[in-house]
């Protein structure tokens, strides 16, 4: 149950809906700043931000519905009447990205990769403070610990059926406390290569891509409220897409590697490990949904193979990357 935060005359504004809108207050700042800071476009920046808000609202009523299609009375009510429902913040990545497209096509600006790094970096800023949403309501939480009592591990929820107090997994303070990790390394790393000018476009969103879904897989995996795809009712949506993201990361940055030094048999052996480490973090998803009761087991694991895959990854970017600068110098931005 959402808590209220004021009435504005009838009308409940509830503290969900406050978060919410700050956070995208703050995604929409750290944009604009990173953006025209480097570009100085403000034709394209200060354009793509409505066009970006339409989309997500859109899109991310529609995944929620999608996933969730017994908290509406149909279609039709659900893309219609924005005054309750949930939303899915994987609409927000697609209706941003849809957003930068829509302005490249109208030839706001020229380059893709430049936007996208900006909105990778403001995008964890804004998730750093929307996670936080979850502290009024009992949505984000995971399984009830026994042993932890307080954040950021643990937050209080009342049993729907017998009212008494739980506390669960805080899932939502993790994400926040991850989001806001990645956005103040990422700044470092987009900053210091910016300024010594060897950071090539694109490079950020894919490293956010790589960190980001990652993180999600396990962290995904925790929720008792996940959201799970209709054709079979237990497969993560967000797990799938995280996953999705991380192997992005991997096949881009290792195209670059090969194309920058040329195949070699070496090459083979990180792709196996990669590979390797990918299955080891499926098989502990499976594992832990048949052993719930050893989950601090299959999480470690989990996330010690996901590390492994983020290590070599950057490492295959890092090979890439010396040749290039070796042969080419700085990049242009």
């Given at each position: 149950?959402d808590?209220i935060?004021f009435?504005s005359?009838?009308?409940?504004?509830?503290w969900?809906?406050?978060?919410?809108?700050l956070?995208?207050?703050?995604?929409?700042c750290?944009f604009?700043?990173?953006?025209?800071?480097?570009s100085?476009?403000g034709?394209?920046g200060?354009?793509?931000?409505?066009?970006?808000?339409?989309?997500?609202?859109?899109?991310?009523?529609?995944?929620?519905?999608?996933c969730q299609?017994?908290s509406?009375?149909?279609?039709?009510?659900?893309?219609?009447?924005?005054?309750?429902?949930?939303?899915?913040?994987?609409?927000?990545?697609?209706?941003c990205v849809l957003?930068?497209v829509l302005?490249r096509i109208?030839c706001?600006?020229?380059n893709?990769?430049?936007m996208?790094?900006?909105?990778?970096?403001?995008?964890?800023?804004?998730?750093a403070?929307?996670?936080l949403s979850?502290?009024?309501?009992?949505?984000?939480r995971g399984?009830?610990?026994?042993s932890?009592?307080?954040?950021?591990?643990?937050?209080?929820?009342?049993?729907?059926?017998?009212?008494?107090?739980?506390?669960?997994?805080?899932?939502?303070?993790?994400?926040?406390?991850?989001?806001?990790a990645l956005?103040v390394?990422l700044?470092?790393?987009?900053?210091?290569?910016?300024?010594?000018?060897?950071l090539?476009?694109?490079?950020?969103?894919l490293?956010?891509?790589?960190?980001y879904?990652?993180?999600?897989?396990?962290?995904?995996?925790?929720?008792?409220?996940?959201?799970?795809?209709?054709s079979?009712g237990?497969?993560s949506?967000?797990?799938v897409l995280g996953?999705v993201?991380?192997?992005?990361?991997?096949?881009?940055?290792?195209?670059?590697m090969?194309k920058a030094?040329?195949f070699?048999?070496w090459?083979?052996?990180l792709?196996?490990l990669?590979?390797?480490?990918?299955?080891?973090?499926?098989?502990m998803e499976?594992?832990?949904?048949?052993?719930?009761?050893?989950a601090l087991?299959?999480?470690?694991?989990m996330?010690a193979c996901?590390?492994?895959?983020i290590l070599?990854?950057?490492l295959i970017?890092?090979?890439?990357?010396?040749v290039?600068?070796?042969?080419?110098g700085?990049?242009n931005?």
């Open positions: 149950m808590k935060a009435y005359g009838s009308t409940a504004i509830y969900n809906s406050v978060v919410l809108i956070a995208a207050a703050t995604a929409i750290f604009l700043a990173f953006y025209l800071g480097k100085g476009n034709a394209a200060f354009a793509v931000v409505p066009v970006s808000l339409g989309l997500s609202l859109v899109f991310a009523r529609f995944f929620h519905w999608y299609s017994d509406y009375s149909g279609f039709s009510a659900a893309m219609t009447n924005y005054t309750g429902g949930g939303y899915a913040l994987m609409g927000v990545f697609l209706g957003a930068a302005t109208i706001l600006h020229r893709l990769p430049e996208l790094d900006a909105m990778s970096i403001a995008g964890c800023a804004g998730m403070v929307g996670r979850a502290l009024f309501n009992s949505s984000d399984q009830v610990l026994a932890f009592r307080s954040l950021p591990i643990a937050y209080p929820v009342n049993n729907a059926v017998s009212g008494a107090v739980e506390y669960r997994l805080a899932t939502f303070a993790l994400q926040s406390m991850v989001a806001l956005f390394g700044t470092v790393f987009y900053r210091k290569g910016q300024k010594r000018g060897k090539k476009d694109g490079d950020t969103c490293v956010f891509l790589l960190l879904g990652a993180s999600q897989v396990v962290l995904d995996s925790t929720r008792y409220d996940s959201l799970f795809f209709r079979n237990f497969v949506v967000v797990q996953a993201a991380l192997v992005l990361a991997v096949i881009l940055f290792s195209r670059r090969v030094r040329g070699r048999a090459q083979i052996f792709w196996l990669i590979g390797i480490a990918i299955g080891g973090a499926g098989y499976y594992y832990v949904q048949r052993r719930g009761n050893e087991f299959a999480y470690s694991v996330s996901l590390l492994v895959v070599l990854t950057l970017r890092r090979l890439a990357v010396t290039e600068r070796r042969y080419h700085a990049y931005s």
